[in-house]
């Protein structure tokens, strides 16, 4: 069993940064990959950045460049530093256990409770 609580949500306006956080009941990152998804009003949850086991990062054009993930083995912790955030970030962002086959994540049941970016002025 895998326990994934997030952190780090709130209000933030346009340009500005948020670091989500997502703590790990166990030591799961050699095995498992991590995702960030996220999901607003209306529309479907997406993976908006991956991290292999092995370390290996992957983003969704939409925040490539802007977004950064990144995990502390010792803390059992994934993070999810947002830049220059807009207002289309805004969404519940969601933390992921999963695994890549041939390239593409692939999520299992192991998810966090959320917590809710909201970008505007």
């Known amino acids: 069993q895998v326990q994934l609580v997030e952190s780090g949500g709130g209000l933030v306006q346009p340009g500005g940064s948020l670091r989500l956080s997502c703590a790990a009941s166990r030591n799961i990152f050699s095995i498992y990959a991590m995702g960030w998804y996220r999901q607003a009003p209306g529309k479907q949850r997406e993976l908006v950045a991956g991290?292999?086991?092995?370390?290996?990062?992957n983003y969704a054009d939409s925040v490539k460049g802007r977004f950064t993930i990144s995990r502390d083995n010792a803390k059992n912790t994934v993070y999810l530093q947002m830049n220059s955030l807009e207002p289309e970030d805004t969404a519940v962002y969601y933390c992921?256990?999963?695994?890549?086959?041939?390239?593409?994540?692939?999520?299992?049941?192991?998810w966090g409770q959320g917590t809710q970016v909201t970008v505007s002025s």
């Open positions: 991290i292999f086991s092995g370390g290996k990062t």
């Open positions: 992921n256990a999963g695994y890549y086959s041939s390239g593409v994540y692939l999520p299992l049941n192991y």
